[in-house]
Each structure stands twice: as C-alpha cells, then as structure tokens.
C-alpha cells in the first residue's frame, strides 16, 4: 500500500521557518521524482519544488527561490523542505508528490497545512 504522510506543518509568523517531512513507504522511492506543492484558499494547486530521483537536479517557483530548499534521503524514504523567510503568502496547505516519468505513476500525501500570520 502507497502512502506518502506530510509533516511539520503549522502556524509561524512572518520572517520564520518551518521544515516539512514527507514519509513514504509502498513504492520505490529511489525511483520517483518527488515533488511539493500548495494550495492557498481560493487557488488552483502549484507546484513549489521538485527534486530528481537521485537528488541531483532540483527546481523550483519563482516565488520561493533563494527561501525554500527541496532535498531526500532515499535510504530513509523521505523527502523535506525547509522553508526560510516565510511571508503570508506562503500559507496553503503542502502537498508530497511521487511521480515515476517512465511509468507515469503518480502518488499524493493528503497534505499539511502551513499558516504565516502575526
């Protein structure tokens, strides 16, 4: 059974941090480019970061370049991202994605939410 459970969301104000975690087990994880994405009230789903099966090639949105970093550990099966700088306009709920681009599988967690407020 696939499962993919997101972490470490929550409430921080302005200017502070928070580091997601993404646990998955059912499926290879070695194998699949791993994603995050959010979702604001009242917005379609973006896509914030992503990262290459073997970790080497990692993108990311515009508007969290230089704050947010994407990263795995595929000996323990988990994915992260820590998020620096934070503004209100960060807050959504995170999304862990796996995607396998040869078989085009395709794997969510149910997400964690991240408020930024004072």
């Known amino acids: 059974q696939v499962q993919l459970v997101e972490s470490g969301g929550g409430l921080v104000q302005p200017g502070g941090s928070l580091r997601l975690s993404c646990a998955t087990s059912?499926?290879?994880?070695?194998?699949?480019?791993m994603n995050w994405y959010r979702q604001a009230p009242g917005k379609e789903r973006e896509l914030v970061a992503r990262?290459?099966?073997?970790?080497?090639?990692?993108n990311y949105a515009d508007s969290v370049k230089g704050r947010f970093t994407i990263s795995r550990d595929n000996a323990k099966n988990t994915l992260s991202l820590q998020m620096n700088s934070l503004k209100s306009e960060d807050t959504a709920l995170y999304y862990c994605?796996?995607?396998?681009?040869?078989?085009?599988?395709?794997?969510w967690g149910k997400g964690t939410l991240v408020t930024v407020s004072s």
């Open positions: 990262i290459s099966s073997a970790g080497g090639t990692t």
């Open positions: 994605n796996a995607f396998n681009v040869g078989s085009g599988m395709d794997y």
């Open positions: 059912g499926f290879t994880f070695s194998r699949y480019t």
